[in-house]
């Protein structure tokens, strides 16, 4: 691996990187669907396999997959968006612009868990929902009501606060500090991991997790402890651009990812929820970012299409799996074959409304931003689940 000096020119068009997309997202799918009892409702199955060691080995095997997909968005979130910036623009057109890109398409799924599955509970559960500010809370009624993956666009809602101010700043930073302020943030990860662990209770734990409701709160959901990971995506696209982003083909670099995952397997939580794989994703990125770049290929018309969906099909996971699977099937557990046909229909399923909600909410509220006069720069879809 070593450093590549030839500058690039920002704010081109990624691909491969778009349809990387669809891959994070469909990780969290895979932990979110092996789980073995129902987030919402502990006592309840999740899974569909009715054999406890087929069921027992699935969710093991995926148990980490969610936390690799949440971080990999994380640090594309600030890759992307500063790859796409031509420079300071007024923050109020920033912001805009950037909750086109994903309250609506928020707000209808808040709405579909509200009326047609009537779980939103008390007010103090779907208010805070709806204005995306519930993963600040450490009430897992809170934070984990409603559509529960949107905690994540919570801790977006904060990088999209704060870029204005983190852009001013290290778009001044000169070359020969970009990795070394990286390693800075990869040094904030670890703290945030180690107060978690140390300073947070470990008890009560978790029926799926071998963590508290308080350590899961803090080192996963809480906006500010995953700031880090998007700090990093920002000087990552830096250092690409500048040319002196370490270098290593897409392909040795999805290779790191192998190890990593199975060191998520067996490092202990808090420390596995971002240590593990934070590193080999970056350099994913930053690999898939080279590519395009230098190397470029003709986009694959259906993995740019998967990854325009991904951000729909991360968000509805969360009411066809959480809600829509205790609707329509109760209970009920079934043999091998029937599980494995009704987990790919729930995939189906789940893709099909996270199109729908591309096609029909998140593409218009776009193109009625563009038509506002507001220009939506950059591939933008920089979200995170």
Same mark, same amino acid.
């Given at each position: 691996m070593r450093a590549h000096r030839d500058t690039a020119r920002p704010g081109g068009r990624l691909p491969t990187l778009t349809a990387? !997309?669809?891959? *994070?997202?469909?990780?969290?799918?895979? #932990?979110?669907? #092996?789980?073995?009892?129902?987030?919402?409702?502990?006592?309840?199955?999740?899974t569909l396999f009715a054999d406890p060691r087929t069921a027992s080995v699935l969710a093991c095997v995926t148990s980490k997959a969610g936390y690799a997909g949440v971080s990999f968005f994380f640090v594309l979130s600030g890759f992307v968006l500063t790859w796409s910036a031509r420079g300071p623009e007024p923050p109020g057109v920033f912001w805009r612009r950037r909750l086109a890109r994903i309250y609506p398409t928020h707000l209808v799924l808040w709405v579909a868990a509200l009326l047609l599955f009537a779980r939103a509970g008390p007010v103090r559960v779907w208010l805070p929902n709806l204005l995306l500010v519930h993963a600040n809370s450490p009430d897992a009624d809170v934070n984990s009501g409603m559509n529960m993956p949107s905690w994540s666009l919570c801790c977006e809602l904060l990088f999209y606060l704060l870029f204005p101010l983190l852009y001013r700043v290290l778009r001044r930073l000169p070359e020969r500090g970009v990795l070394p302020a990286a390693g800075v943030c990869l040094v904030a990860a670890a703290v945030v991991a180690l107060v978690d662990a140390v300073l947070l209770?470990? !008890?009560? !734990?978790?029926? %799926?997790?071998?963590? @508290?409701?308080? %350590?899961?709160?803090? $080192?996963?959901?809480?906006?500010?402890?995953?700031?880090?990971? =998007?700090?990093?995506?920002?000087?990552?696209?830096? *250092?690409?651009?500048?040319?002196?982003?370490?270098?290593? $083909?897409? *392909?040795?670099?999805?290779?790191?990812?192998?190890?990593?995952y199975a060191l998520t397997l067996v490092v202990p939580s808090p420390f596995d929820f971002t240590l593990p794989m934070v590193v080999p994703l970056a350099l994913v990125i930053c690999a898939a970012a080279h590519r395009d770049l230098h190397r470029p290929c003709p986009a694959?018309?259906?993995? %740019?299409?998967?990854?325009?969906? @991904?951000?729909? #099909?991360?968000?509805?996971?969360?009411?066809?799996? =959480?809600?829509? !699977?205790?609707?329509?099937?109760?209970?009920?557990?079934?043999?091998?074959?029937? *599980?494995a046909a009704l987990t790919l229909a729930a995939f189906a399923v789940t893709l099909g409304a996270g199109a729908l909600t591309y096609t029909a909410v998140e593409r218009p509220a776009v193109g009625w931003l563009a038509r506002a006069g507001t220009p939506a720069r950059g591939s933008g879809r920089e979200w995170a689940g």
């Open positions: 990387l !997309r669809f891959a *994070a997202a469909l990780a969290v799918f895979l #932990f979110h669907v #092996f789980l073995t009892t129902d987030p919402l409702y502990p006592q309840a199955p999740l209770p470990g !008890r009560p !734990r978790i029926p %799926q997790l071998p963590v @508290s409701l308080d %350590q899961l709160w803090f $080192g996963y959901l809480f906006p500010p402890a995953r700031l880090p990971e =998007f700090v990093l995506g920002m000087l990552l696209a830096r *250092a690409v651009a500048a040319g002196v982003a370490p270098r290593l $083909g897409l *392909a040795p670099a999805a290779l790191l990812l192998l190890p990593a694959h018309p259906l993995g %740019q299409w998967l990854g325009k969906v @991904s951000f729909g #099909f991360y968000l509805c996971q969360g009411v066809v799996l =959480f809600h829509g !699977r205790p609707l329509l099937l109760g209970e009920r557990t079934f043999a091998a074959p029937a *599980a």
